[in-house]
Structures are given as structure tokens and as C-alpha cells.
């Protein structure tokens, strides 16, 4: 089995580090605080809470459910989704709990069907009505808060809940959070000015209720003993300088440094220098050419121009000053601003401590070499 995972978890085994940042959670589901837990893309937080779900599967006090909401688009999305992964997590008891969550409430429409191939029995949930969502919401939340055991609430890409029709989501949900007592969630997601301003803006229900948790990238010698480790189970020999560089090209980021080792694990070479990192690294970035051509007719003039700049810099600061602007020609400072905010809003760059940074490090090397 290639040992560098691309899918986000197997086990500790191809998991790398992020020992603080367990126990940072491990010590938030035993005290019973909410987390925010934030990072850049594919830095790795599902693997993160995988993880975490991983350590705690020996403590049968404790229920782990875990969803992703990415492609809700309504409270009631999310609360059949909620319910789903509740239920799901309790397979064997499932028919005694489910009748009797449906006995307490009343509110769902069960149907079970049964796979004619497989023979398994599938529990469906419908809402009954939109109205009800509230009233739905509640029920889901009592049934957990009658709980013998303490559950802990991993909702993955969180922030998509700003973009729900009903303006009050945050608050119909917080609402209900705040008075279990056997229950920690974990809030998770990418957009961390989002997140960071629907936990801590005065104003939004959520207020004060959670403690951040930013992922950053892994530790360098973590990691390379880590690479080193995976390497030396195989015929393939890498010197710490090799490792280093693959840090190096890679920017630590933890998915980039996965694939580049996946596929140098996965071409079995001899020995790995520069010369097979590069070519490898090369390739995988050609792979996504296609797709990052297409960006560009989704782009102004000047948005691309200025992206490209952004990429040249590596990390890009002064971007309205008169230097930067005669450098790459890009025209008025005015027009400048407004692609800068519109490559932000695409979510292309982002900014840290001042500088700007091409989102995507494959794309950002490629528009280096156009
Ligand atoms: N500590 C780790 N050690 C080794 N591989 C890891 C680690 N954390 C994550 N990965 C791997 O890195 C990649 C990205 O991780 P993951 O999907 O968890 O990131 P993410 O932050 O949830 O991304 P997204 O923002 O796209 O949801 C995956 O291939 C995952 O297997
Ligand atoms: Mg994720």
C-alpha cells in the first residue's frame, strides 16, 4: 500500500504529527468546549477530526458523528442531514431508537427500504414540513441531549451555513446548542475570515461560544521524519536534503507534500534527487493545466495580469504601490483594488501577514511558467 494518503484519513499510521492540536481537542470534548477549527484548503482538518474520531473510538461513553455540509443549501438540508449521520452512527440499536425517537416526537416521516441485491435495510428520514424545521431541529437536539452518552458534533465546511436562505440559521442553531450539556461540536471550514467573524463579532448569535483552533502547516522535522519513515518500508532511498526539498518545493502544505510523495513512492524509483522531484512535481502540475487554462477565461484582463504578478512575487506585498503597479503594468491603482477584492471574493488569493498568496500552489508555479 502506498503509505502517502490521499484520501483524507486511514490511520495513525500515515498520519502525520498534529499531536498538539489533538490533545487541543481532546481536552475541548472532555471539558465540554466547542471548537472552530479552520485552516487553508487541504491543509488538513477532516483529517484532523478523522483523527480525532480515530482516538476516541475505544471510549464507548462517548457517540462520534461526523458531516460534512458542504452541499446543503437550507437549515432543512441540515437537519436531515444532522439526523442521517445520528442514526447512522447508531446502526445496531437503530430500530429501538429510532421508534422511539419517533414515538417522542412525531415530527419525522420514517420509511425503511429494503436493497433487493445486498438485502440491507435502509432507514429514510423525510421532514414533514418546511415549517416545522424549527420544531424538527429541536427534537433532534432533545434526543441527543437525553442521551446517556456525550456526543461529539463534527460539522465539516460550516461556514456554508451563511449561505442558507434562512437568515436566522445561525441563530435557530445556537439557539439550540447552548443548553445541551452532553454535547461538543466542532465547527469546521476553510473560510476562516467567515468563521472567524460569525464566532467573534458582538453582534452574531455565536459569539464567545467556541475556541479557535487554526490548523497551520506541519512541523519540518515532523514531517521529514514522517517522509523518511513511509520511505524506509520501501526499495526507494531519499537523503534528508531530498526531503527537505520536497518541503521546500511543496510549501509544507500538507496535501501537496502527500501527492508529490505519492507519486515518487508510486514510481518505485532507486534513489530520489532533485532531478525526480522536479520532474515528478512538473508533472503533476501539466495534469491540472487544462483546468487552470480555464480559469483564465473567467478572469479580466487585469485580474489575470495582476494574478500572475501575485504568482511571479511568491508573496506578494505592496501590490497598490507605484513600484509594483510600472513593474507588472498593470494600470491605475483604482482598477488594481477592485480585481485585487474580486481574485479574493473567487477565493484564487488570500491574504497572510500582509502579503498576498496565490490560493493554489500548483497554479501558482504553472503561472510562473506561462
Ligand atoms: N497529518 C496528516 N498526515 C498525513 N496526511 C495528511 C494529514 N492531514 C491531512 N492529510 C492528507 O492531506 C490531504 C488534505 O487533507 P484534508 O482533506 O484533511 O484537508 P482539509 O483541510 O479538510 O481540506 P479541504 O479544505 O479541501 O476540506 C488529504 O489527502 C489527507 O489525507
Ligand atoms: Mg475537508
Redesign the pocket.
Known sequence: MNPF?????HSPK?????KNELKQLMSAVENNRNVVLS??????????IK?LEFNLKDNHNIVFVYFDIMTTSSMNDFIKLLVDSVFKIQKNEKDSLYKSFVNLFGLFKPSFSVNPISGETKFNIELSEKKETETSLSAIMDYISNHKKKFVIAI??FQQIANYPEKNAEEILRSKIQFMNNAVFIF?G?SRDILKSMFSDKGRPFYQSSEFLY?KS?NHIEYSE?IADQFSNSRTKISSEEINNILEITNAH??YV?NLCNRLYAENFKVITQAEINETFGKIISENSYYFENIKHLLTDLQWKLLKAIAMEGKATGINSNYFISKYKLGSVSSVNTALQSLMKKELIYKENDCYLIYDLLFSKWLTTI
Open positions: 494518503i490521499l484520501s483524507a484519513y500515515y498520519f502525520c504529527d498534529r485552516s487553508l484548503r487541504r491543509m488538513g482538518k477532516t483529517g484532523l483523527h465539516d465546511e469546521s476553510s490548523l506541519i514522517f500538507t496535501f502527500q
